[in-house]
C-alpha cells in the first residue's frame, strides 16, 4: 500500500486523528473526502485532492471508497457507519490505518489503556524507551497522532513504538497488533457513549485481541474488573500492586509496590526506587511499576530504566514542578479541569498547601476536595467565575479571593513559606478567563518564574 494513485478514501472527523490519517492518505497519492457534521470544521489542505464535506453525510457515502477512517470521537454505532458496514464497506479507524502503513523493518509498539494513568504512563515509557533506543516513537491517543509517524512515506522506520490508547481508538482496529500492552485500571466513564461500564471494559480489552504469541500483558492486580479482562490475553500476563501480600499466582510474574520503591518480583527481582517529585502519590507509584515492567519486558536494562525514572520531567501542566523559591514548590495543575483530578493532586501532596483553584466549574460539587483538604491545605485563593461556589465550600478554611490568576499567584507569594506548596489545580475548565487550559498553565509558569 505504499502508492494509493488513483483510490479513494473516506476520512471521518477532522480532528488530531482525522487530520493525520488524510494527511498520511494525501501523501501517498490517494483522493480524501473528508466528512465533518462541524459546520466550523477546517483542514490545512490545499490539494485537489482532497474534499471537505460539512454538515450531515451525504448519502452513500462510502462507494468508491477503499476504506471508511473513523476519527475516535466518532463512535462506530453511529447509524451511517452500521450502514456502511452493512452494505460492505471497509471501515476502521486511524490506529488501524498508521498500522497498516508501518514501513519495513519498522520495530513494535507497545500499548497503554485505562481510565486514569494512560499520559503519564506512556510518557515516562517512552523516557524509559528512549533511553535505551532514541529511535523511539511516542504518541497516539497523548500528543501526536500514529499516523503522523509515517506520512512521509521516506520516514525512517522507528525502533520501537508506545501508544496511549483510548477505548474510542481500540474500537477501530482490525489487525493492528501490539507486542506489550497494559489496562492501568477501570472507573466508569464515557457512559455517554456506551451502554454499560461492561461494555466499556470490553472495549479496552481490545488492546489484547491481535497480540503477537511473543507478545505479554500488564494488568493492575489491584482492580477485580482489570484482571478479569486480562485473563482474556493469549499472551503472558503481569499484574502491578500495592498489596505486598499478592504473589504470583495467576500471573507469570507481578511487580509489588509501597511507599517509594517496587520490585519486580520475578525473573532477577530487581528493586527500584521511586523518589522524583514528578511521581508523587500512590497512583504515580502504579503508573511507574506499570512503564517499568513494560520497558524491563521489552528489554530495557535495569539501570536505565532507573535513570529514566530519576529523571522523568512529567507532564506539562499536571502536577508540573515549575520552580522553588525561598523554599516555596510552585506547582502547575492546570489540566485538573474537574473535581476528581484535584484530589489526585490534593492526595498526592503531604500538606502545606496553597491551593489556587476556580474557573469555569462543570457542576460537581467541591465537598470531596474540601474533606481531602483538612489537614493539609493552609489557605484556599479563588479565581474566575466558580471563585463564588469554592469559597462556600471551603468556607471553613482561609479563602482570599483573588478573581484572576496574577491576583493569586501575588498573593499566594506573600502568603506562602519555607516548606509551603502553592498549587495551581482548578478543579474547572478555563474557558471563562483563558483559551484553554494550556493557556491557564503557561499563563500561571511565566508569572510565577517572574516573581
Known sequence: MASLEGKHFVVIGLGKSGIG???????????????????????????????????????????????????????????????????????????ELAWRFRPEGAGPMFGITGTNGKSTTTALLGELMKRHEPNTFVGGNLGTALTRAYEDPAQKPYAMHVVELSSFQLEGIIDASFQGTAILNLTPDHLDRYASHDEYGLAKARIFSTQPPKGFAIVNADDAHVVRLGRAAKVPLYGFTSDAMRTNAGFTGV??????????????????????????????????????????????????????????????????????????????????????????????LPGRIWLIAGGKGKGAPYTPMVDAAKGKVLGVLTIGKDAPAIADAFKNFPVHGCETIDVAVKKARELAKSGDIVLLSPACASYDQFNHFEHRGDTFKSLVKGL
Open 255 to 348: 511487580a509489588v509496590g509501597g511507599g517509594s520503591k517496587f520490585i519486580l518480583a520475578f525473573g532477577d527481582k530487581p528493586v527500584f526506587h521511586v523518589r522524583n517529585r514528578s511521581l508523587r502519590g500512590k497512583h504515580n507509584l502504579e503508573n511507574a511499576m506499570a512503564a517499568a515492567m513494560m520497558a524491563h519486558l521489552a528489554g530495557v536494562p535495569t539501570a536505565t530504566i532507573q535513570e529514566g525514572l530519576d529523571a522523568f520531567p512529567g507532564l506539562l501542566h499536571r502536577m508540573e514542578f515549575v520552580r522553588e523559591l525561598d523554599g516555596v514548590e510552585w506547582l502547575n495543575d492546570s489540566k485538573a479541569t474537574n473535581v476528581d483530578s484535584s484530589l489526585v493532586a490534593l492526595n498526592a
Open 21 to 95: 490519517a488524510a494527511s498520511l492518505l494525501l501523501n501517498r497519492g490517494a483522493r480524501v473526502t473528508a466528512l465533518d457534521e462541524n459546520e466550523k470544521a477546517t483542514a490545512p489542505f490545499t490539494s485537489d485532492r482532497f474534499t471537505l464535506k460539512k454538515g450531515p453525510f451525504p448519502a452513500k457515502f462510502w462507494e468508491g471508497a477503499e476504506a471508511v477512517v473513523v476519527s475516535p470521537g466518532v463512535p462506530l454505532s453511529k447509524p451511517e457507519l452500521v450502514a456502511a458496514k452493512q452494505a460492505g464497506a471497509v471501515v476502521y479507524g486511524e490506529i
